[in-house]
């Protein structure tokens, strides 16, 4: 990826644009209201520290040859962490394609950028099941966006989460503190489909997920047949 600006600003703005086209698929409109019934899309949401990427990479392996499953990886302004399941991109790449509309979807959070690319649309449009990492802030958007949307929360007790985060070191405790205050308010809101309370093994919240992921193709490949 291309992390920060070269000499000639002009040029640099043009490689930064064509890196957000690249990733993202220049498609512009994003309304996809009414297209969507033939797949699903899947809501993976939670407090940071939760371990919503590990559980999504185990369901991942899981699934790994179920054509009907596909599990998408977001644009983020932060460098790759192999901790994490995400593409880097940059922050001028991210603006870029915000003013394009060459995204499914994009949100900021905790001073970053986060974007979903038009695959992800196109993949629900062909009758797949999206798994995707979003924030909670965006449910309401998804809904409007995407018929057949099924959201799952996994989480933790505040004390695990509390302690993750500050092994991460990425943060100040009153960073964290207001992380844990805003996660409060947003999940007081859901109501999701499926509840994961991630405190033992990796395989265990996995297999849950993975086992529910199943159920919703399941029932997607009923409806197109019954279509």
Request: aromatic residues 4%; positive net charge; glycine residues 8%.
């Amino acid at each position: 990826m291309i992390q920060g600006a070269s000499a000639d600003g002009a040029s640099a703005k043009e490689k930064f644009a064509k890196e957000a086209l690249a990733k993202a698929a220049s498609v512009k409109d994003a309304s996809v209201k009414g297209a969507s019934a033939r797949g699903a899309f899947v809501c993976i949401v939670g407090p940071s520290g939760a371990g919503k990427d590990s559980l999504l990479m185990h369901a991942r392996s899981i699934l790994a040859n179920d054509p009907a499953i596909v599990f998408p990886r977001r644009l983020v302004t932060r460098e790759h962490n192999d901790a994490e399941d995400h593409d880097s991109i940059s922050r001028e790449a991210y603006e870029a394609g915000v003013r394009e509309g060459a995204f499914c979807l994009h949100w900021e959070a905790h001073g970053l950028g986060y974007a979903l690319p038009m695959a992800v649309r196109e993949a629900v449009e062909g009758g797949k099941v999206v798994v995707c990492n979003v924030s909670r802030a965006i449910i309401s958007e998804i809904f409007e966006r995407f018929d057949n949307v099924h959201v799952v929360l996994i989480t933790a007790p505040p004390t695990v989460i509390m302690e993750r985060l500050r092994q991460r070191g990425r943060e100040s405790g009153a960073s964290i503190d207001a992380r844990m205050e805003r996660s409060k308010r947003l999940s007081a809101v859901l109501n999701p489909d499926l509840t994961i309370m991630n405190t033992g093994p990796v395989e265990i919240g996995g297999e849950r997920l993975s086992r529910f992921l199943r159920r919703v193709a399941e029932k997607c490949a009923v409806v197109r047949e019954g279509v």
